[in-house]
């Protein structure tokens, strides 16, 4: 069973505070994603990366900053955090081009911004 | 623009009855769609998913629907059961070739099985 562990599990943060929400896996993946979960909006990528140093965006990016320092390593950064940025953070990893393949999941990041 | 549109938002039914949710998509190119299931204080995790080229996918008691023609998918959940109450994900895959496969999600069909 593949691995994906979060961190921190809950975070609060003010107005324009400066988050970095972490992720790791353990399975030599390639894909590794950040998705942010609203109710009413499901699923939502932010940025993905399909190796370390590269980096893709996703269809939300805006305000957030990725950064894949290793295979294992992926990181969600908001620089200037903001109200509309609260929201339940889920990281993935998967394997690569795969025709059918899995996304993994963590158990998220839940952020509040005052 | 909602790529992946699911209904219900939620569903209620008796132990024993067959759940039936409903998935449909706007963009041709979609060729992949995994059903992920969430239950509370978790992240998602793969149920079942079919390919574009299929038109039925079963396993145990789930079974994906597709029609191609209609852009319609549902998952039906026969025998339903009370630890089958979670949220269920619709998701499609654009294929990007060398640049990743996305996945786009539905909102989400939160299904509650009643004992």
């Known amino acids: 069973e593949a691995a994906v562990t979060q961190s921190p599990r809950n975070k609060v943060t003010v107005t324009g505070g400066n988050v970095t929400l972490s992720c790791r896996q353990t399975?030599?993946?390639?894909?590794m994603y950040w998705y942010r979960q609203d109710t009413g909006h499901g699923l939502r990528l932010i940025h993905y990366s399909y190796g370390a140093g590269n980096l893709q965006i996703g269809d939300v990016p805006d305000g957030y900053k990725a950064t894949r320092t290793t295979q294992e390593d992926f990181f969600l950064l908001l620089e200037l955090a903001s109200p509309s940025q609260t929201s339940l953070y889920f990281c993935?990893?998967?394997?690569?081009?795969?025709?059918?393949?899995?996304?993994?999941f963590g158990s998220g990041t839940r952020l509040t911004v005052l | 623009q909602q790529q992946v549109r699911q209904s219900p938002q939620s569903l209620t039914v008796w132990e024993g009855e067959t759940a039936i949710l409903n998935c449909s998509y706007e963009n041709s190119a979609f060729d992949y769609f995994p059903w992920y299931q969430q239950f509370p204080g978790e992240g998602p995790a793969l149920l079942i998913s079919i390919l574009s080229v299929s038109d039925k996918k079963e396993d145990g008691r789930f079974t994906i629907f597709f029609n191609k023609r209609e852009k319609k998918l549902s998952l039906h959940i026969a025998d339903s059961q009370p630890g089958d109450s979670a949220t269920y994900f619709c998701?499609?895959?654009?294929?990007?070739?060398?640049?990743?496969?996305?996945?786009?999600f539905g909102i989400g069909t939160l299904l509650s099985v009643k004992p």
């Open positions: 993935a990893s998967s394997e690569g081009l795969g025709l059918a393949e899995t996304l993994y």
């Open positions: 399975n030599s993946h390639n894909y």
């Open positions: 998701a499609a895959r654009m294929n990007y070739g060398s640049s990743g496969n996305k996945l786009i």
